[in-house]
């Protein structure tokens, strides 16, 4: 009913950018908010960035000045700028947001599979 799916990771050198998509389809009603979580290899996932319907940002301390959240909602899709990357940076990225499906009252919580970044020293 509902999917979100990411795009744009990869392999990229440290110091480098890219830039995360994910787009939300299917039988939506409403989106609230969205955001990127992160789990590197033999840790916990971690809220990276969030964005809500009205633009409010906030992100992880350690992201803060690196990454940048951004959304464009009549596409229904968020974007995560990445910049000077760290090997450190190297995870799993996962795309989450609340979403009220057609014909539902209340917004449910759907993620996307994930896109891997790998950072390079």
């Known amino acids: 009913q509902v999917q979100l799916v990411e795009s744009g990771g990869g392999l990229v050198q440290a110091g480098g950018s890219l830039r995360l998509s994910c787009a939300a389809s299917?039988?939506?009603?409403?989106?609230?908010?969205m955001g990127w979580y992160r789990q590197a290899p033999g840790k916990q996932r971690e809220l990276v960035a969030a964005?809500?319907?009205?633009?409010?940002?906030n992100y992880a301390d350690s992201v803060k000045g690196q990454f940048t959240i951004s959304r464009d909602n009549a596409k229904n899709t968020i974007y995560l700028q990445m910049n000077s990357l760290k090997p450190e940076d190297t995870a799993v990225y996962y795309c989450?947001?609340?979403?009220?499906?057609?014909?539902?009252?209340?917004?449910?919580?759907?993620w996307g599979q994930g896109t891997l970044v790998t950072v390079s020293s």
């Open positions: 989450n947001a609340d979403v009220r499906p057609r014909l539902h009252s209340r917004y449910l919580e759907f």
């Open positions: 299917g039988s939506i009603g409403g989106i609230s908010n």
């Open positions: 964005i809500s319907s009205g633009g409010s940002t």
